[in-house]
Each structure stands twice: as C-alpha cells, then as structure tokens.
C-alpha cells in the first residue's frame, strides 16, 4: 500500500463522533489541526474529492500521519482546536497574528467613588465595560472627553478622603473634588448615572436628565449650577454629532469580513457599539488550507479566547457549520446572550459588506508592501544559502558590565513585522564573568529547547565564527536532526561594512556596500541589541536599590520598599533624621536607629 492509500484506510476506521484530528509530515511536526462532527466523514472526505486549492493540494502531498482527540460535543472539540492550535501553530491553519488585547475604558461600579481607568483584560466584577479602542491614542482621546463632560476623580488612592486639599484636576475643571468633600456621595453616584448612561448609548436619556436638572437649578436661583449643565448638554450633543453611525442597534456588534488574492488572506473585525463604529482591526491570515466557515470559526474561537468583550451580537460573512456550539462556547464565557448570525439582506449585510471592503483595501496595501520585501527576502535566501525564503527570523545578543548581571535576548521578525509575543529575554545561570561564549552557548540552547515557539527559517547571531561554534555545539549536544539556519554578524572594522558568517565557510558572505539585505539584517540586529541592553539596565537599576538598603539589619523588602515610596529617593533616606524615619509606616524606633546609623555611623 502506498502513503495515501494507508492514510485513507486509517482514515475509514474514525469514529462517527466529534473531536479533533491533526494532520502531520514527515518529521512528525503538527502541519494542520481540524475539528468535525463526525471525524470519519471528515477527514476521509480529504481522500475522496480533488483539492479545493492549490493550497489544499500542497497540504495533502505532505501528510504523513494521522492523530485524532474524540471528545464528547462539538464545543469541546471548538476549545481543544483552539488550544492545539496556539500550542503548535500549524503552517496551514489560521494562525492569529495580532494575538494581543486591546484597551478598555473601566467604571468601577461597585466602588463609593468610581473613577475610569484602562484596562486590558475583562473581569466579571460588576464593573462597566467600554471598548475595545483598536489604538491607545483613540482610547486615551475617549478618556479626556469623558472627563471633561463627567469629572469624575482620577486619583488612584485607596481611601478617597485621605487629604486636605484638591489635586490639581479640580483647579482644570476635570474632577470634582471628592476627597474634601466638595461634592456629595449622593451626588457623585448621580454623576456615575450619568457616565454609565453615556457608555451605554442612552444619550437621549442622559440629555433629558441634564435638561431636569438645568431647569431645577434655574428655578432655584442657582445660575451657576445652571450654566454649568447647559454647558455639558452642548459638549454631549457636539460630541454625538461628531459620532460616526453606522447602525440603528442599540447593542453591541463585532463585525467579520474577509478577502482573498493570490492565495492570501486577511480579515477585518469591526467593533460597532450601540450603533456607532468605535473601531477596527486588521487579521493577516496567510495562507490557509480551511474553507471561508473554518477560517471564521477559528479567527473568531482564538480571539475571544484571549478574554476579549464578547459582544451581543456577531455578524460573519458565510454561513458557519459550527455555529450553534461556537455560540454555545461564547454564551458560556460572557454569561449572557450572544447571536452568531451571517445576514444576506438589509442594513447587517450592509456592514459585513463595510468590513469586507476594509479587508480588501488592507490585503492590498499588505500584499504591495510585501512584494517590496520579497527582493530582500530572496537576496537573503541566495546569499545565505537558505532552503527557502525566510519569513521568520530571530537574532540573539548578550549584554553585561564586568561580568555582572550577564543577560541574553531575542527578537523576532515575521511577516515582515517584529513579533514582539515571542521576544523572549534569557537571565544567564550557569555561564560566569564576561565569557560571551558560554553565555551565547546557554542562550540559544535555551531557545532550542522550547517547544512552544514556531521553528525559525534562520537564527541570526551577534558576532563572528566563534558564536556560530558555540551555536553549532549546542546543535550537536541536544542531538537535533534538522537544525535550523545560522548565520553570524559581525561588526565590521574601522570603516568596512557588517560581515556575515555562515557555519563552514572561511570567509564572509559577499555582500555589496548597502545591499539591502545586510542593512535588513543590521536593522535586526540593532532591535537584538536594544532589547538585550533595556533588560540588562532594568537588572542593574533593581540591584542598586537592592545593595543599599538590604544590607541594613531589620530591613527587608517590604520595607525597603515603604522606605522609597516615603522618601522617594536613598539621598532622601540619607538626610533624614531617627524621628523622620520613624515616621515611615511600619518602621520601629529600633528599625529607624538601624538606618541612620548606617549612613551616619563612621562617617
């Protein structure tokens, strides 16, 4: 029997039951991760019909084995997929790039006095919600306008009355004073209202509450209170006029579209809240062997994963075949009600149409930028002697004073964009003094040893051969068959260019001055450099405060750290008396006499 014919055979003996199945290569690397109904039907279905597309069809010649999960309802195996997929990010899923969290505005309801804050993870706490921002700077432009129309306290203390004077918030108009009693407990939650009725699109509600309250002052003589919110009223309906509106529902919506050219993909997620069109996001997709309903199913099970609001509703642009257990799923999680729904007429049609168009002009712009990153990435694989073009590379540094505090780092560029989820910083434990060697020895093996990071298509080194032997033993003391490529660069002498080393060879790649891609493997390198060196400053920040005051009996890092936040700085702490330092919050008499005489005694 060939390869296929004993796939096929394996395949006819699955059970007619949900689950997952994962496709493998030749190396026995996880390729592809699906989920069905009936696994039988499914995977078999594979073997039976002609490939869909050419990526399709590049998928089934390298299929090698076959692993399937059962699992007891389609919800389990929509979760198990997800979760296999982040776990071994197979080159023909969908793999999330943009796997961040975005910002959220947060009311505190619960709390006597709530203020807003940013937030990026959802909690079910009581709180108020509002987002996402699809940027920091508009969620930061949302958070001004709401202070100016609802000054509520920003101050972060956990006793709110606990000083004599306002901040400097109250002089600008932008808080209203609670912690000197300004302004009532009664009257500060019927501010909160207020906020929580413009979070939740009750504007109409919000006006008709602040024209009472307008008239009440009036006709109490009161022409301040009065012009007060007659001004609020006019900042409110300027600011709705300005709000772009884009549906006549009154909840919350995310919005799917998506394009395709040239075997690539991407999608668009619009975030409309009641009505009004708050923002974007822009999913690189790749290229994927899934149908248009599995690529859906899985952009949308990997975002909300990452404890993202789920919405009232989400609107897709095909019919999906998992959509009653990924709704099931999302009900779970929110705790509420949640509606998938692909719509095929009127104003919902209209908006997956919106975010379609959006996708389509942000595949284009990517597909453009790409094509120009394509000569760069082809000079790297002639010159480099790479099996491939390399979309992933990661380049490695060290950095350390003296042998103290040794640090490594390393960045990745993927897709032509740092991927900053998987930079990764690498504390040295076993190498000691300023031997670069050893520590790039430990750092890279490190890195070979994780299995939760995608293989790279080529491991950029600072420095000549020597960094490269040290890679290389690493290679052959775990024993890896099918190492990826090396390659080390060196900062060249006096006035020459950045040479680039290759393992077994004796002299440098021959690169032009200024060819494009040695100054796109420099540029990678710098970022190396950058990071290594902000940990390297971080460590040796910490050990300075640490050396100094730990080596006071009495002091630990508890009150090291009310030392500093009373006095802000060692000078400070210094020049302070016995009574001063006693006056720090948990310090004895004793403890206090400990830390004067330590700067003083033996002066």
């Not at 969908?94 to 993870?121: A, G, Q, S």
């Not at 019927?190 to 008239?215: D, H, T, Y």
């Amino acid at each position: 029997m060939t390869g296929k014919e004993k796939l096929k055979t394996k395949a006819a003996i699955l059970p007619e039951a949900a689950g997952v199945y994962l496709m493998k290569d030749a190396r026995d690397r996880v390729i592809y991760v699906g989920k069905a109904k009936s696994l039988r039907k499914r995977v078999i279905s594979y073997f039976q019909k002609g490939p869909s597309s050419s990526k399709t069809f590049k998928l089934m010649n390298q299929i090698k084995d076959l692993e399937y999960i059962q699992t007891d309802t389609e919800k389990e195996a929509l979760i198990l997929e997800n979760s296999l997929i982040k776990k071994h990010r197979p080159r023909f899923n969908v793999n999330l790039r943009d796997d961040k969290t975005y910002p959220y505005i947060r009311l505190n309801i619960p709390h006597p006095y709530p203020r807003l804050e940013v937030v990026r993870r959802i909690k079910r706490d009581g709180a108020l919600y509002f987002g996402p921002f699809s940027s920091s700077s508009s969620m930061r432009r949302t958070m001004r306008l709401i202070q100016r129309l609802f000054p509520l306290r920003q101050c972060r203390r956990a006793d709110v009355k606990a000083v004599d004077r306002p901040c400097l918030n109250y002089q600008l108009g932008r808080c209203s004073a609670p912690c000197v009693g300004y302004i009532s407990q009664e009257d500060y939650q019927a501010l909160v209202e207020e906020v929580a009725l413009f979070f939740q699109g009750r504007n109409k509600r919000l006006m008709e509450l602040l024209e009472q309250k307008m008239q009440e002052s009036s006709r109490q003589l009161d022409f301040e209170a009065a012009a007060w919110y007659r001004d609020r009223l006019a900042d409110i309906k300027k600011t709705l006029e300005q709000q772009k509106m884009v549906s006549l529902n009154t909840g919350d919506q995310d919005v799917i579209g998506l394009a395709q050219d040239r075997g690539q993909g991407m999608a668009v997620m619009l975030f409309v809240r009641r009505g009004v069109l708050l923002g974007h996001r822009n999913f690189y997709l790749g290229a994927t062997a899934a149908p248009s309903h599995e690529v859906v199913e899985s952009l949308l099970g990997q975002y909300y994963s990452l404890d993202n609001l789920i919405p009232d509703e989400i609107l897709v642009p095909v019919k999906l075949e998992h959509a009653e257990a990924l709704q099931e799923w999302l009900k779970e999680k929110k705790a509420g009600g949640v509606h998938v729904k692909s719509p095929v007429r009127g104003a919902k049609k209209k908006l997956v149409e919106l975010a379609a168009t959006n996708a389509v002009t942000a595949l284009a712009q990517r597909m453009q930028a790409a094509e120009l990153g394509a000569e760069v990435q082809l000079e790297l694989q002639k010159k480099l002697n790479l099996p491939e073009p390399p979309h992933r590379i990661e380049a490695f540094d060290l950095s350390a004073l003296q042998g103290d505090e040794p640090v490594g780092a390393m960045v990745v560029f993927e897709d032509r964009a740092w991927r900053k989820s998987d930079y990764r910083r690498f504390r040295i434990k076993s190498a000691s003094g300023q031997d670069d060697y050893a520590m790039m020895y430990e750092v890279v093996r490190r890195r070979l040893q994780r299995e939760d990071l995608a293989r790279p298509d080529l491991m950029l080194l600072d420095g000549g051969r020597g960094q490269l032997s040290m890679a290389l033993a690493v290679i052959k003391d775990l024993k890896i068959q099918d190492p990826p490529p090396l390659a080390g660069l060196a900062k060249g002498r006096d006035r020459e260019p950045d040479r680039v080393w290759l393992p077994g060879r004796k002299n440098p790649v021959n690169f032009r001055p200024g060819a494009p891609g040695l100054l796109f493997l420099m540029r990678i390198r710098d970022e190396a450099h950058r990071y290594a060196q902000a940990y390297h400053r971080r460590l040796r920040r910490k050990k300075g405060v640490r050396s100094v005051l730990d080596q006071i009996p009495g002091v630990g890092p508890a009150r090291r750290k009310v030392l500093l936040k009373h006095f802000g700085s060692i000078q400070a702490i210094k020049a302070a008396s016995i009574d001063d330092l006693a006056e720090a919050k948990g310090l004895s008499e004793a403890v206090a006499e400990n830390v004067f005489n330590f700067f003083h005694v033996g002066e």
